[in-house]
């Protein structure tokens, strides 16, 4: 893959029903090497990764142009079709997001998602429309990635929650999005609803406790996302060890990292 069309047409052919596209989620230029080397074959960014690495909360806190450079870093680390998690696109307006989405086509990327943070649905699928027309205005068959909050937030009564997500992935697919994600649907009958009353590729957030890469193939899902999983890994990681030396003195929490070749050599042409 050359170009950055070849790329986003191939991100987009990785999305298919029961042999789900599988995005451990990065957020610099060692996380992203690592997990192409790991066998990925596309990378993603996840918003709260980025937004700790920049020194920001997630959730709106962190800086759009310094989300996008740190975007453009991935991008330049790899050589897989990179998509970026963008929160709500980092912008008040609907046109703003077809702003930043300009930006990002800027960055190399070829995929976006894009979350409706509890938004009127109408309000959110405008916000869809113009990150479509944005990308079209380019010509880069980006891969618009619609999320919906209402299971991850929680958002109206429990027994209305899968209507109102499917009410309203479905109106974000009629604006343009190529594909849907629904955090924080983790049981198989919710997620198989999911997948049999929205048209297009959904994407699921796993974890510790969440049903296995074959499970969910077989219920259908097109995607499937780590999140921040792998960031809050990697901190724990250097909590650990921190916490270790300087209340005894000792560094055994330092057992088992990469070696310097091994890290050093990831750059190395």
């Known amino acids: ?45 996840a918003s709260a990764s980025v937004s700790w690495t920049l020194g920001s909360p997630d959730g709106g ?11 453009a870093l991935v991008v330049r680390s790899v050589e897989l079709p990179v998509t970026a998690d963008l929160e709500s696109g980092y912008a008040d307006s ?38 479509r027309a944005a990308a079209d205005a380019a010509g880069v068959p980006l891969f618009v990635n619609a999320r919906t909050d209402v299971f991850l937030h929680q958002l109206g009564e429990p027994e209305g929650r899968l209507d109102e997500s ?29 997948v049999e009353a929205v048209p297009a590729p959904l994407n ?3 974890g510790p406790g969440a049903l296995s890469v074959p499970e969910l193939a077989k219920l259908g899902v097109a995607r499937i996302s780590l999140g921040p999983g792998l960031a809050k890994v990697a901190f724990a990681a250097v909590r650990r060890a921190a916490e270790e030396v300087y209340a005894s003195g000792t560094y055994t929490a330092l057992d088992g990292g990469l070696t310097y070749p091994e890290l050093n050599g990831l750059f190395q042409s």
């Open 61 to 71: 806190g962190a800086d759009r142009d310094l989300v996008l450079a740190q975007t």
């Open 94 to 131: 609907a046109a703003g997001v077809g702003e930043t989405v300009t930006a990002l086509i800027g960055t190399g990327a070829v995929g976006v998602n894009l979350e409706d943070d509890g938004r009127p649905i109408d309000e959110a699928a405008e916000r869809i429309a113009a990150a």
């Open 204 to 206: 699921v957030l796993a």
């Open 1 to 45: 893959m050359t170009t950055q069309q070849e790329k986003a047409r191939a991100l987009h052919e990785l999305h298919r029903r029961g042999e789900p596209l599988v995005l451990a989620n990065a957020w610099d230029a060692v996380s992203a090497r690592l997990v192409a080397g790991a066998g990925a074959r596309a990378v993603a960014t």
């Open 166 to 194: 499917v009410r309203r992935l479905r109106a974000y697919v009629e604006a343009g999005a190529d594909g849907v994600f629904a955090p924080g649907a983790f049981d198989r009958e919710t997620i198989a609803a999911l």
